[in-house]
């Protein structure tokens, strides 16, 4: 973090409370005595914050006994999958060494966050594009343990609920954090795998850059994968849960994360930036590579499986699709779809679901297409499936990686054919390869 200007400032009464500016090029430094406000710049104006924009506070409770407090009072910065254009980040800093617990986008307000320390950093930046209303952020010293009432209980994702709701056999967190270690084990339910309660649209009309969008909880075996403590946009692959404990996944989507802790699933979604009472939040129990993949990001062996930690409560948002029942690639000219959360490329709806029809080709196809791409990084169609667009405009971006190919089958049935590895594509003459 590189800034142009150290400042010093403490609260000298506690009379009112002190509105404190996030302003470009400064790194403030703050001891907190009482409620204490922070805007961004141009806030209390009703102007949009500036772009090409970076600035920190960094407040302190005064003693080593109390934790921070933060509560989003309005929130509005620009929305970007990963949060990669504008982004408020909150660190907390243990034995001077700042970690990263928070990162934040979009137009939702984040829930109340309580530090583990006495001191965190509140870091903004913006780029050279949009922008919007800014934030106000309420920030007090405290001596509390929760985020939540006395009487309520705080799941892992600081939702607060009725302390009667823990350990009464209901999943009632998304995370079924209210559940863990109790002695009833809540009642699972299940269902027929492939047979989704919403029908999918599967006549396509639509030409656009990475499809249209799906008719929501339409393919309810679809998972999010997204990075811990990012709220509420850090999708960065999809899945398939094929059982309530197992998902299928692409083996390269992990390869940069050394802890499972660092990863968190979300299955029953369609609008990322809707968390709605249906979305059921999960940690990964293990993450399990193929062993071939291991040996030089072999993209032959591009697949993963995930275990959940807790059971996945299936639901007519949450379903698993079926697996084959042999080992014979789905036959060439089968319509299968393809679904995803992938980049767009200005087609809009960016944050909900997407679907695409591809239709099943000899993988020669692949091979040959878009420069003998695929030949070139050695994979060799043993364990893939090639499937493309036959309007050449539609398929998997960057960002649904891991997401399923699935065909129906002779009853009815959808069936998980791969997981998406490699898109080779363009607007023009491309192709998709889907792989697993």
């Keep these: 973090m590189i800034l142009t200007g150290l400042f010093v400032i403490a609260a000298l009464g506690h009379a009112s409370a002190i509105t404190v500016v996030c302003r470009n090029g ?118 509390a343990q929760s985020v939540c009432e006395d009487d309520e209980f705080q799941c892992d994702d600081r939702t607060c609920l009725p302390a009667s709701k823990r350990c009464d056999g209901v999943y009632d967190c998304h995370d079924a954090s209210d559940e863990y270690s109790c002695a009833i084990r809540p009642a699972l339910k299940s269902a027929e795998c492939g ?41 960065f692959c999809g899945g398939t849960i094929i059982t309530n404990q197992w998902i299928v ?43 071939n993949f291991l040996r030089g990001f072999n993209l032959n062996y591009d697949i993963a499986v995930v275990k959940v930690s807790v059971p996945f409560n299936f639901t007519d948002t949450v379903r698993p699709a079926c697996l084959p029942v042999d080992e014979a690639p789905p036959p060439v000219n089968t319509t299968c779809f393809s679904t995803g959360w992938g980049h767009t490329r200005g087609s809009g709806n960016a944050f909900r679901l997407k679907q695409t029809r591809l239709n099943v080709e000899d993988f020669e196809h692949c091979r040959h297409g878009r420069e003998g791409l695929i030949s070139q990084i050695g994979v060799d169609g043993g364990n893939s499936v ?20 699935v065909c129906s089958n002779e009853d009815e049935e959808w069936t998980l054919y791969g997981a998406t590895s490699l898109g080779v594509d363009t607007t023009i003459v491309g192709s998709i390869c889907g792989m697993g």
Excluded at 196 to 209: G, K, L, M, T
Excluded at 251 to 276: E, P, S, W, Y
Excluded at 397 to 405: I, K, V
């Design 195 to 235: 047979r989704p309660a919403v029908q999918p649209e599967q006549a396509s009309n639509d030409r656009v850059v990475g499809g249209q969008e799906a008719v929501p909880h339409s393919w309810p075996w679809q998972v999010s994968f997204q990075v811990a403590n990012s709220e509420p946009l850090d999708h």
């Design 26 to 143: 400064e790194n403030l430094h703050f001891r907190l005595r009482s409620e204490t406000f922070v805007v961004s710049d141009g806030y209390d104006n009703a102007e949009k914050y500036p772009n090409s924009y970076l600035c920190a506070v960094t407040l302190t409770a005064p003693s080593r006994a109390q934790r921070v407090r933060i509560d989003f009072e309005d929130f509005d910065v620009e929305s970007s999958i990963q949060c990669r254009n504008d982004r408020l980040d909150i660190y907390e800093v243990y034995r001077r060494n700042p970690f990263l617990v928070g990162a934040y986008c979009s137009a939702a307000r984040p829930k109340p966050y309580l530090s583990r320390t006495n001191t965190v950093i509140v870091r903004f930046k913006s780029n050279k594009l949009r922008s919007g209303r800014g934030f106000r952020i309420r920030a007090t010293p405290t001596g």
């Design 386 to 405: 090639c499937a493309r667009s036959l309007d050449n405009i539609a398929g998997p971006c960057h960002g649904d990686s891991g997401g399923p190919l």
């Design 249 to 291: 996944s692409a083996a390269h989507c992990f390869a940069q994360f050394t802890r499972t802790h660092q990863v968190i699933i979300k299955a029953g979604l369609h609008d990322m930036l809707n968390t709605a009472e249906e979305i059921q939040t999960r940690k990964p129990e293990i993450i399990i590579w193929h062993q």
